[in-house]
């Protein structure tokens, strides 16, 4: 049944909106849907496994239920996720937003997981800040600060060498 599923497209379209002379966007997190779960179960298993995000609250709509996360970090961050129920199934819709984190993660350095990851991303031969920015997003990774991620990728570049100087040297 067609009419059954569920739609996110947002109204905002609707007849007669002109342009708003809204002066920044960032007032609101602009979500892209990332990945559906079946149950919430299993969404809440993912978002936990993400260790990027703190729950804030749950909000009842019309056609769905939904919990609104915010940047494990801080409250302020740009960085925004949430979790959309419909209330017609038990699928769950992950929404993060595009902004990037606009602050420190830690005071030492990257959490573990975005470390991971980002050698990770490095092997398979993404290496410029901005494409691991955006994988990392795409994966559902804690972003770091850009600053951040430069300082660290020197670091990264060296052990990878050393990495290979060793495997060079078995060959
Ligand atoms: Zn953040």
Redesign the pocket.
Same mark, same amino acid.
């Given at each position: 049944m067609a009419h059954a599923l569920p739609e996110y497209v947002s109204d905002s379209s609707s007849d007669e909106e002109v342009a708003q002379p809204h002066s920044s966007k960032r007032l609101f997190a602009n979500y892209i849907h990332r990945q559906k779960f079946g149950s919430l179960v299993e969404a809440k298993l993912e978002v936990h496994s993400q260790k990027s995000w703190y729950e804030r609250r749950t909000v009842s709509h019309e056609n769905d239920k939904r919990i609104y996360y915010d &940047?494990k970090? $801080?409250r302020k &961050?740009p $960085?925004k996720m949430m979790l959309i129920m419909p209330h017609t199934c038990s699928d769950v819709y992950q929404h993060v937003s595009d902004g990037d /984190?606009? /602050?420190e993660l830690t005071p030492t350095g990257l959490p573990d997981a975005t470390k991971q990851a980002v050698s990770e991303l490095f092997l398979l031969g993404v290496t410029k800040p901005n494409a691991i920015l955006k994988a990392l997003r795409a994966k559902g990774v804690c972003t770091p600060p850009k600053k951040k991620l430069n300082h660290y990728l020197p670091k990264l570049r060296a052990d990878n060498s050393k990495i290979q100087n060793l495997i060079k040297g078995y060959l």
């Open positions: &940047c970090w $801080s &961050c $960085s /984190h606009n /602050h």
